[in-house]
């Protein structure tokens, strides 16, 4: 199930109502699963109790008990289903015979989306991977994954046989997209959305912004797209050789 809505909590609540699993017992951890995001969206990792999560999903808390070790424990099932089944699965179905800045600027717009409407559970993550080493395992899966299916699809395009230093400018611009991503949405910095401010920037006009780039390293040969904001016209100008 591939979604559009950037809310995570909204696709988990689709997914149970439209596939809901046959035994009880699937039903009431999913229902747990929902209620657990909904806490951890709101106080976060830190701040979340078991009781919470049980009274958030209308059950008794001995029965959380029942599904999970402890909150970790259920914390780690939610984020999880976010990054495999949320985050990587819609930018890995995308067209491959679309034009590459297309293809690069949909999936830039819809991470930053996807930080913008779960900005709790984005905290979470980077909380969790800080304490937790078998979810901090989860993250670097799910990036070597992101990012390996980034490098393929650009090597095919190109005829590149050896893959990995396109993996590492891949490396390098997903770790700049992930400090924007801190910078913009999960831990704001006001000196960077004055700045944002001052250039009359917004989510698009930062992903057009940071697509250029991943144009401009991974596919140097392709042109800009005529339908640019005035914004990141603008960038592309500064930076870009004339």
Same mark, same amino acid.
């Given at each position: 199930?591939?979604?559009?809505?950037?809310?995570?909590?909204?696709?988990?609540?689709?997914?149970?109502?439209? %596939?809901?699993?046959? &035994?009880?017992?699937?039903?009431?951890?999913?229902?747990?699963?929902? @209620?657990?995001?909904?806490?951890?969206?709101?106080?976060?990792?830190?701040?979340?109790?078991?009781?919470?999560?049980?009274?958030?999903?209308?059950?008794?808390?001995?029965?959380?008990?029942?599904?999970?070790?402890?909150?970790?424990?259920?914390?780690?099932?939610?984020?999880?289903?976010?990054?495999?089944?949320?985050?990587?699965?819609?930018?890995?179905?995308?067209?491959?015979?679309?034009?590459?800045?297309?293809?690069? $600027?949909?999936? %830039?717009?819809?991470?930053?989306?996807?930080?913008?409407? %779960?900005?709790?559970?984005?905290?979470? +993550?980077?909380?969790?991977?800080?304490?937790?080493?078998?979810?901090? @395992?989860?993250?670097?899966?799910? %990036? $070597?994954?992101?990012?390996?299916?980034?490098? *393929?699809?650009?090597?095919? *395009?190109?005829?590149?046989?050896? &893959? @990995?230093?396109?993996?590492?400018? +891949?490396?390098?611009?997903?770790?700049?997209?992930?400090?924007?991503? $801190?910078?913009?949405?999960?831990?704001?910095?006001?000196?960077?959305?004055?700045?944002?401010?001052?250039?009359?920037?917004?989510?698009?006009?930062?992903?057009?912004?940071?697509?250029?780039?991943?144009?401009?390293?991974?596919?140097?040969?392709?042109?800009?797209?005529?339908?640019?904001?005035?914004? @990141?016209?603008?960038?592309?100008?500064?930076?870009?050789? *004339?």
């Amino acid at each position: 199930m591939v979604s559009e809505n950037p809310c995570f909590i909204t696709f988990l609540k689709d997914r149970l109502a439209q %596939n809901p699993p046959s &035994q009880k017992g699937a039903r009431t951890r999913e229902r747990l699963k929902i @209620a657990a995001a909904e806490v951890l969206e709101e106080k976060g990792y830190l701040a979340t109790k078991a009781g919470d999560i049980a009274a958030r999903a209308g059950v008794a808390e001995g029965s959380f008990y029942i599904y999970f070790k402890d909150k970790t424990d259920s914390t780690i099932a939610v984020l999880t289903t976010l990054l495999d089944d949320f985050v990587l699965l819609p930018s890995q179905s995308a067209d491959t015979s679309e034009h590459p800045f297309k293809a690069i $600027r949909r999936a %830039n717009r819809r991470w930053i989306s996807v930080a913008r409407a %779960n900005p709790g559970l984005m905290r979470c +993550v980077l909380q969790l991977g800080d304490e937790n080493p078998d979810f901090a @395992a989860v993250i670097q899966r799910a %990036n $070597r994954t992101w990012l390996g299916h980034v490098a *393929r699809s650009v090597a095919r *395009r190109r005829g590149i046989i050896d &893959q @990995a230093p396109t993996l590492f400018v +891949v490396y390098l611009l997903g770790a700049m997209m992930d400090d924007l991503l $801190r910078k913009l949405i999960i831990y704001p910095d006001r000196d960077f959305l004055a700045l944002l401010q001052s250039l009359h920037g917004d989510d698009d006009m930062v992903a057009d912004a940071t697509s250029v780039l991943w144009l401009r390293l991974l596919h140097p040969e392709e042109t800009l797209p005529r339908d640019l904001s005035r914004a @990141a016209k603008a960038f592309a100008n500064a930076i870009l050789p *004339r």
